[in-house]
């Protein structure tokens, strides 16, 4: 059979168009996931006390493991846990129309922990002498986590010495060994959930994150709450990877409250909610 020229053509045209692609100048602007997923390898033995850096998330689009959110089924509520949690519908049950997360119906701030369990896109961690800060890619927020041996507040809300509440808390961090930061977190606003999935949690409730990193290319995220006005038991937060970015620069995204209610105005709310999808949730 005789080769079909306009066959070989398009061949040889797609090929070179791929080439072309492949050698196309990059921007140092740009971040570019198939980078991250070619720096697969551990890429040496992490250097000791340091976690400066830009690291992709497992939501980054470069295919970072995913890891775990925490375990299975409904943390073990107090009676006022259980009372609160009943009254958070979430997105995933309860659909664009039923929900009331403040993050999915106005683009009201995660807050912390939330912010280290959803949206995980990536984040740079820069250090001072006395503090590290961790920036959110999504949301473009940042965290201050002091490293100067000061103690964390305890008074919240309560009379002219207190300390107001903040969306993401006040922190206090150590290095526990050459490769583990350990933060601790308090003061967190009431309002914000813990998860996308829910969970209430009160503002003198304590977070323990570890940024564990095992190579050069890998840190290991997990967070821990205490929280004994809503749990009965601390709190498995989950488990979350994150791979370093060979050119250091992350993308732009954020919730826009400007289109987030349009969405909700014209396709959110006109398409409804299952009212049984609750139930049907807690019979699994």
Not at 171 to 189: C, I, K, L, P, Q
Not at 193 to 198: I, L, T, Y
Request: proline content about 10%.
């Amino acid at each position: 059979m005789t080769p079909d020229p306009l066959k070989i053509a398009g061949v040889v045209f797609l090929s070179a168009l791929a080439a072309a692609q492949s050698n196309a100048p990059r921007s140092p602007w740009k971040y570019y996931p198939d980078d991250v997923r070619a720096n697969a390898g551990p890429g040496g033995p992490a250097p000791r006390r340091d976690l400066t850096g830009t690291w992709a998330g497992p939501n980054s689009g470069a295919g970072v493991a995913e890891g775990g959110r925490g375990g299975r089924g409904a943390p073990p509520f107090t009676p006022l846990g259980t009372q609160l949690n009943d009254r958070m519908r979430p997105l995933g049950i309860y659909s664009p129309a039923g929900t009331n997360d403040p993050h999915s119906r106005f683009c009201d701030p995660l807050g912390f922990p939330r912010n280290m369990n959803d949206q995980l896109r990536g984040m740079t961690i820069t250090t001072l002498p006395d503090r590290t800060f961790v920036l959110l890619m999504f949301m473009n927020i940042w965290r201050e986590i002091w490293t100067d041996g000061r103690a964390l507040p305890t008074n919240f809300g309560r009379g002219p010495d207190a300390h107001d509440p903040t969306y993401n808390g006040y922190s206090v961090g150590r290095w526990e060994d050459d490769y583990t930061f350990v933060v601790e977190t308090t003061g967190m606003a009431a309002e914000t959930w813990v998860a996308r999935a829910g969970y209430p949690h009160s503002v003198d409730a304590r977070v323990v994150e570890r940024f564990h990193r095992t190579s050069r290319n890998d840190v290991t995220h997990t967070m821990t709450m205490y929280d004994p006005k809503l749990y009965t038991a601390p709190v498995q937060l989950g488990e979350s990877h994150f791979r370093w970015i060979p050119n250091q620069v992350l993308f732009d995204f954020t919730c826009v409250p400007s289109l987030t209610q349009r969405y909700i105005k014209e396709m959110g709310d006109p398409a409804g909610s299952d009212p049984d999808a609750a139930l049907r949730e807690r019979q699994r």
